[in-house]
């Protein structure tokens, strides 16, 4: 990777950690897998269930939370700013600048899932009194969490480079949201004949599809995840983020910064 | 070999709701500045200057045209690590300190740590902000806001230096230390082009300027030409305290002072005053010529621009 990514990416992971709003959502998110050990203490023999769900569901929300708030600001604001104008008299190429912002952002919220995890093993450990080999599935779960804030990082900053924050946040939230339901759209296209079925099948397979993400409920019951369903969300999540990053590149490349 | 050639770059954004209206920004410009130069690029608010510089910059894309920097083609990347640049207004990163935004931008030039390590205090004490390298950016003053980018600008000792308005917003004292850096700016031997409106600056520092006004460009020289082309003024001074009345006729402004008077004339009514006071008896005393100022030959060429605007309306 070459050092001008490296330096964008170290500066947006900068920026990031601090700013103070970046630690309220950490606080909240942190406080709510507190929550969780409470709402666990009155849920009998489920604790463990209602931690592991309330927990990674907090990190999930919170997370998707600041990928949006903090994506859909990533262009705008440099160009707001016009702190874009003296990076890119540099020998800095456009992509640099749009891959150096996504690997920052991304490796803010990697960072961010590493502490908010920590909460929530915290969280276990204390309703449970022990750790057991079966929480490692914990870590698949995070790891798709992740995998989704990829997702949701490059879609912000693909909206962000050529629309404003307050749009490109609705936008990302409404391809989360559509994204969330992509299993339903397909059932749905396959009840539907002609015109409608490849139309409701091509906007299934368009639209990102978040619910292959979400095991948070069969880890929270203990079953285990397929080896397949990693390496396929992997490779679809990486394909997917490289795509939408190359339709923002496009974008921005041609865009005129008045 | 010139250190900017602008061969002919024009913009033409298209505004409104369909974005069919045209609207010229900047018209074909073709200009030279020599390396080692401080070249002055002069206009009111909105003629043209800024789009300029976003084009040399590649921040904008031309509707046509092209330039060349040191040689070598404007939107080349390799030829950017040669060029600093320093936006109208500039704002950085406020999360930032001096040394860390001088270090980030080291970086994006392609310096190594050791290579920043090296050129980054000397950079901070030229501009006078080594003292305050640890304070992060959202605690500097305007002033210091505009050193310190000046500072990114040449950081990377570039052979050619944009600053856009770099004097706007100064107080008298910022403005004065803005200017005593173009000066040792030029002494090593930098080309710089810079952007203003405000001709005190560009009188006192530039070698050559060029006048730019609705996107287009009305004339480059020497301030000295440039002023030279302007009708000149001379102050006329007599001992007694009447003023003929052909002199109040041709003068806009007299003053009597104890027992001399005096008053601004046009150059070619020289003649004609002279004569006044002759039949008058009242005796000449000097006759002074009133340099133009380079705002002399400003307004001038915008009253002419505007003049000829009408006449084809």
């Known amino acids: ?258 | 070999m010139p250190a900017i050639e602008i061969l002919g770059l024009e913009k033409t954004y298209h505004v409104g709701f369909w974005r069919k209206r045209p609207k010229c920004a900047l018209k074909p410009l073709r200009l030279q500045v020599e390396e080692g130069e401080v070249f002055g690029f002069l206009g009111p608010n909105g003629a043209g200057k800024t789009t300029t510089l976003k084009l040399l910059m590649g921040l904008v894309f031309p509707t046509s045209g092209s330039a060349r920097i040191l040689g070598h083609a404007w939107d080349d990347p390799a030829i950017k690590a040669q060029i600093g640049f320093l936006p109208e207004q500039p704002y950085f990163y406020d999360y930032l300190t001096a040394h860390e935004l001088l270090t980030y931008y080291g970086r994006l030039s392609g310096m190594g740590s050791e290579e920043i390590a090296q050129h980054l205090d000397a950079t901070l004490e030229l501009v006078g902000l080594r003292d305050v390298k640890g304070l992060q950016l959202r605690k500097f003053s305007k002033g210091m806001l505009q050193r310190c980018g000046i500072a990114q600008a040449i950081l990377h000792h570039p052979k050619v230096i944009f600053l856009d308005e770099p004097m706007s917003g100064l107080d008298p004292v910022g403005r004065r230390e803005v200017r005593d850096l173009i000066v040792r700016l030029k002494q090593q031997g930098k080309t710089i082009f810079f952007s203003t409106h405000i001709l005190a600056d560009a009188e006192a520092l530039c070698d050559r300027v060029a006048v730019v006004h609705q996107g287009e460009l009305r004339g480059v020289a020497t301030v000295a030409e440039l002023t030279a082309k302007v009708q000149g003024k001379i102050e006329i001074v007599w001992q007694g305290t009447s003023v003929p009345a052909s002199i109040r006729v041709l003068s806009g402004e007299y003053h009597i002072t104890g027992d001399t008077a005096r008053a601004t004339i046009a150059e070619n009514q020289q003649d004609p005053a002279i004569d006044a006071l002759r039949r008058e008896h009242l005796r000449l005393i000097s006759i002074t010529p009133v340099r133009a100022s380079l705002e002399d030959y400003f307004v001038e060429r915008l009253q002419r621009a505007e003049t000829s605007a009408g006449g084809k309306a």
């Open chain 1, 1 to 258: 990777m070459s050092a001008r990514i490296i330096a964008i990416a170290s500066n947006t992971f900068r920026e990031a950690v601090r700013d103070r709003v970046l630690y309220n959502l950490i606080a909240f998110a942190l406080l709510l897998s507190g929550a969780a050990v409470l709402v666990g203490e009155i849920s009998i023999d489920i604790e463990k269930l209602v931690v592991i769900n309330l927990g990674l569901t907090a990190v999930s929300l919170f997370g998707i939370v600041i990928a949006i708030f903090i994506g859909i600001q990533l262009v705008s604001k440099e160009i707001e700013k016009r702190t874009l104008y003296t990076v890119l008299s540099r020998p800095v190429r456009r992509w640099e600048f749009i891959v150096g912002k996504f690997f920052g952002l991304t490796g803010t919220l990697v960072v961010n899932t590493f502490f908010m995890a920590i909460g929530v093993f915290a969280a276990l450990l204390y309703v449970e009194h022990k750790l057991v080999g079966p929480d490692a599935m914990i870590l698949t779960a995070l790891y798709f969490i992740i995998l989704q804030f990829m997702l949701i990082c490059s879609l912000a900053l693909l909206f962000s480079s050529f629309s404003s924050p307050l749009l490109s946040a609705v936008f990302t939230f409404a391809l989360f949201v559509i994204g969330s339901f992509a299993d339903d759209l397909r059932n749905f296209a396959a009840l539907t004949h002609g015109l409608t079925r490849w139309i409701a099948m091509g906007l299934a397979y368009l639209v990102p599809n978040f619910s292959a993400f979400n095991i948070i409920g069969a880890v929270a019951h203990g079953q285990p995840v397929a080896v397949s369903l990693v390496a396929h969300n992997s490779a679809y999540a990486l394909l997917y983020s490289a795509a939408v990053l190359a339709g923002a590149v496009l974008v921005f490349e041609h865009r005129n910064l008045k």
